[in-house]
């Protein structure tokens, strides 16, 4: 919000109150009772469009929160089609290098064959005959 929205807003906000007098003063309040009233009608407004707010904040239900996590999941979904389509261009040498640099086929080797690293692999045993 700018400094002239904001100064916008407030004089909305008096503008509300003097026609809440207005109207107050129109149905049968006197002077002060038209004023009170008025100013409590337009104090409930405010609390209310505050609570509203605070509750938008507490929830994460506000604009740029959502435009936010919009365009990051995009970006992620983009990024990763991207990053895909590229290994998948790469040599089947070149994408295990890749695999071996940055440690996941390493990962993969101790999960994906635990007979290897256990010594339990199928094959002749020795002192069999």
Do not use: C, H
Not at 107 to 120: C, K, L, M, R, S
Request: aromatic residues 8%; without cysteine; negative net charge.
């Amino acid at each position: 919000m700018t400094k002239g929205q904001a100064v916008l807003l407030g004089l909305a906000v008096l503008g509300l109150g003097a026609i809440g007098y207005g109207a107050f003063a129109a149905t049968g309040f006197e002077g002060f009772s038209a004023g009170i009233a008025a100013s409590a009608l337009l104090m409930v407004l405010v609390v209310g469009w505050t609570a509203t707010y605070l509750l938008r904040a507490l929830t994460g239900n506000m604009t740029y929160m959502q435009q936010r996590r919009t365009y990051r999941a995009a970006y992620d979904s983009f990024t990763s089609e991207e990053l895909q389509r590229k290994f998948e261009a790469l040599s089947p040498q070149e994408q295990e290098r890749l695999l071996r640099e940055t440690g996941q086929l390493d990962q993969v080797d101790q999960v994906g064959q635990p007979e290897a690293i256990a010594g339990d692999s199928p094959g002749p045993k020795t002192g069999e005959a």
